[in-house]
């Protein structure tokens, strides 16, 4: 069975599940200035990252892209200063600003 929801961890501890069966990108600013979330997974079928999706998020530590992603754009991950993990494919698209601001990457 196919998931898509995607998975996310918050700082206190708690997850939280999104429907994602409806689109194929992360609108912009979908997570935008949330300073709850420590981690998230983005399920296949995910192929965009849109700009400033997860912008500001400050506790943001890792998330996991799946295997479809094709391209992450401006300022995705902007000032997420704790983001440590953040891998994909050599041949995903990514703006050259997308993580601007993640210090520890």
Do not use: H, Q, W
């Not at 295997?67 to 994909?88: D, G, M, P, V």
């Amino acid at each position: 069975m196919k998931n898509d929801r995607i998975k996310v961890t918050l700082y206190n501890k708690t997850f939280k599940e999104i429907d994602m069966s409806d689109f194929s990108r992360i609108p912009e600013e979908l997570f935008s200035n949330r300073d709850d979330i420590v981690s998230v997974v983005l399920p296949e079928g995910v192929e965009v990252v849109s700009a400033n999706a997860f912008e500001n998020c400050k506790r943001l530590e890792k998330i996991e892209f799946p295997s479809t992603l094709k391209r992450i754009e401006n300022e995705a991950f902007l000032n997420c200063y704790n983001l440590k993990e953040a891998e994909f494919d050599n041949n995903v698209e990514v703006s050259a600003d997308a993580f601007k601001g993640c210090l520890n990457l």
